[in-house]
C-alpha cells in the first residue's frame, strides 16, 4: 500500500548478493583449512567481515500499517503525508532492530563497526561461528558479503534518507 521503493531497491541490491552470501557462509565454515576441526589449537580464530541484515519484527510493522491506514480513512492523513509518515516510523523501527542486535551481540564475539539505519544494515566483524549464531536472533534477515553494505551506504547517500545521514554511521 506505502511507496517502499528505497527497501525494496537495497533488498534487490542484496537479492544479487544471494548466492554469494551462500558462498561466503560456507567459505566461512573454511577458514581453518581442516573443515572446521580445529587442530591448531591454539585459540585464534580468523576475523570475518560481512554485512548483516535486521529488520523490526512483522507485527510492529502490520500495526504501524494499519494505525495509518486507519488515519487515511479517517482523512486525517492524505496519502503523501501518509507515505512519508510510513517511511519515517519504519525507519525508526528499523533503526530499533538495529539497537536490538547491537545489545544482543555483546554476548557473542561480534562487533558492530557501521549501520545504514534506515536499511538495517550492519557491517560487522567476528569469527566465523560468533556470524552464524547471530543468525538465530530475532530480527536478522541475512549475513551478505561486506561489498553489499557498500552499495546500502551509497543508496543511502543518494537517496532521500529517511532518518538523517548521521545515522548511517554511527557507532556504538
Same mark, same amino acid.
Given at each position: 500500500?506505502?511507496?517502499?521503493?528505497?527497501?525494496?531497491?537495497?533488498?534487490?541490491? +542484496?537479492?544479487?548478493?544471494? +548466492?554469494?552470501?551462500m558462498?561466503?557462509?560456507?567459505?566461512?565454515?573454511?577458514?581453518?583449512?581442516?573443515?572446521?576441526?580445529?587442530?591448531?589449537?591454539?585459540?585464534?580464530?580468523?576475523m570475518?567481515?560481512?554485512?548483516?541484515?535486521?529488520q523490526?519484527?512483522?507485527?510492529?510493522?502490520?500495526?504501524?500499517?494499519?494505525?495509518?491506514?486507519?488515519?487515511?480513512?479517517?482523512?486525517?492523513?492524505?496519502?503523501?503525508?501518509?507515505q512519508?509518515e510510513?517511511? &519515517?516510523?519504519?525507519?525508526?523501527?528499523?533503526?530499533a532492530?538495529?539497537?536490538?542486535?547491537?545489545?544482543?551481540?555483546?554476548?557473542?564475539?561480534?562487533?558492530?563497526d557501521?549501520?545504514?539505519?534506515?536499511?538495517?544494515?550492519?557491517?560487522?566483524?567476528?569469527?566465523?561461528?560468533?556470524?552464524?549464531?547471530?543468525?538465530?536472533?530475532?530480527?536478522?534477515?541475512?549475513?551478505?558479503? +561486506?561489498?553489499?553494505?557498500?552499495?546500502?551506504?551509497?543508496?543511502?547517500?543518494?537517496?532521500?534518507? &529517511?532518518?538523517?545521514?548521521?545515522?548511517?554511521?554511527?557507532?556504538?
Open positions: 500500500m506505502f511507496d517502499d521503493t528505497d527497501r525494496r531497491r537495497f533488498l534487490q541490491l +542484496a537479492g544479487t548478493g544471494t +548466492a554469494l552470501s558462498a561466503g557462509c560456507s567459505a566461512l565454515s573454511n577458514h581453518d583449512g581442516d573443515g572446521g576441526a580445529g587442530a591448531g589449537g591454539d585459540g585464534e580464530a580468523e570475518t567481515t560481512v554485512t548483516l541484515g535486521v523490526p519484527d512483522e507485527e510492529s510493522l502490520q500495526e504501524l500499517q494499519s494505525n495509518i491506514s486507519s488515519r487515511v480513512e479517517s482523512g486525517e492523513l492524505g496519502r503523501m503525508e501518509a512519508q510510513f517511511r &519515517t516510523q519504519r525507519a525508526e523501527l528499523t533503526s532492530a538495529v539497537d536490538r542486535f547491537r545489545n544482543r551481540s555483546e554476548d557473542l564475539s561480534v562487533s558492530v557501521e549501520t545504514v539505519d534506515e536499511f538495517g544494515v550492519l557491517l560487522v566483524t567476528g569469527e566465523p561461528a560468533a556470524l552464524l549464531e547471530s543468525l538465530g536472533f530475532d530480527g536478522v534477515n541475512g549475513l551478505f558479503p +561486506a561489498a553489499v553494505f557498500e552499495e546500502a551506504r551509497a543508496q543511502a547517500d543518494t537517496g532521500a534518507p &529517511t532518518s538523517g545521514p548521521e545515522n548511517g554511521s554511527e557507532m556504538a
